[in-house]
């Protein structure tokens, strides 16, 4: 009998805490989050539908912090600005920078990740480069798709600097890195995020003025807890296990 009554308590305090839980959740205020989500792996969308992504988990991460409950919409870029300008958002997240005409348009957050590109040498390289011109006489490793795979062509390709064989491109990070592990190119160029979160030997940058932020309505209430979110989570172990995650 005693045993039944402890289970019977024991299942009455479990519903209560669910259903506290449930109505805390309906009553959280929520922020209408605009992402393109065909952003591999900043945001896309999963095999169960749901969306999700490195840029994913740092809204959910400041929605947790702050106690509101994210509504994510998907669409192009265009139409997010478009709902953003018209406040049909409370911001939008999506692998942007603040370009000089959206910082007319928008209020934006600090940077949250550097899309600059780095130039890698291995461990024990003593390469002296100073800019990506001078890397032209090596073997140079990209990432497809990358801004790194871009500038090589567009600066070095394209001007007859470097020699189409001297190009190996991978597809992932892991791979990436393999190429230079492996001797099988000399330097690899890929973003400066990553090459400093897992402490690479970094030869030289190259600037591409790629420095992603959170945009917003001119008059949103949301910069300021923003930024402070962004200041502690950029430290955080979090954000570092983040990187090492999605960017492997």
Not at 120 to 127: F, Q
Request: overall charge positive; glycine content about 4%; aromatic content about 8%.
């Amino acid at each position: 009998m005693k045993r039944r009554l402890l289970l019977l308590t024991l299942f009455t305090i479990t519903l209560i805490i669910l259903f506290t839980a449930c109505q805390n959740e309906k009553n959280l205020k929520e922020l209408r989050v605009g992402v393109s989500s065909n952003l591999y792996p900043f945001n896309h969308i999963d095999s169960l539908g749901v969306e999700a992504g490195f840029e994913i988990d740092m809204v959910n991460q400041f929605c947790k912090k702050y106690h509101f409950k994210p509504v994510f919409t998907q669409n192009t870029i265009p139409h997010l600005l478009t709902d953003l300008k018209e406040e049909k958002l409370d911001l939008v997240i999506s692998s942007l920078s603040a370009t000089t005409t959206r910082k007319v348009a928008f209020n934006y957050s600090n940077a949250y990740y550097n899309g600059n590109q780095t130039l890698i040498g291995s461990d024990n390289a003593t390469l002296k480069i100073k800019n990506l011109e001078q890397a032209a006489k090596y073997k140079i490793g990209v990432l497809v798709g990358s801004s790194g795979e871009f500038l090589v062509e567009k600066q070095l390709l394209e001007k007859g600097l470097i020699k189409a064989d001297k190009i190996s491109k991978a597809r992932n990070i892991a791979s990436l890195l393999a190429l230079l592990e492996e001797n099988k190119v000399d330097i690899i160029l890929m973003d400066k995020t990553i090459a400093e979160v897992k402490k690479l030997n970094i030869l030289t940058n190259a600037k591409t003025d790629e420095e992603f932020c959170i945009l917003m309505p001119l008059e949103s209430s949301y910069k300021t807890r923003i930024n402070r979110f962004l200041k502690k989570y950029l430290k955080s172990n979090e954000y570092n296990e983040a990187i090492q995650h999605y960017f492997n």
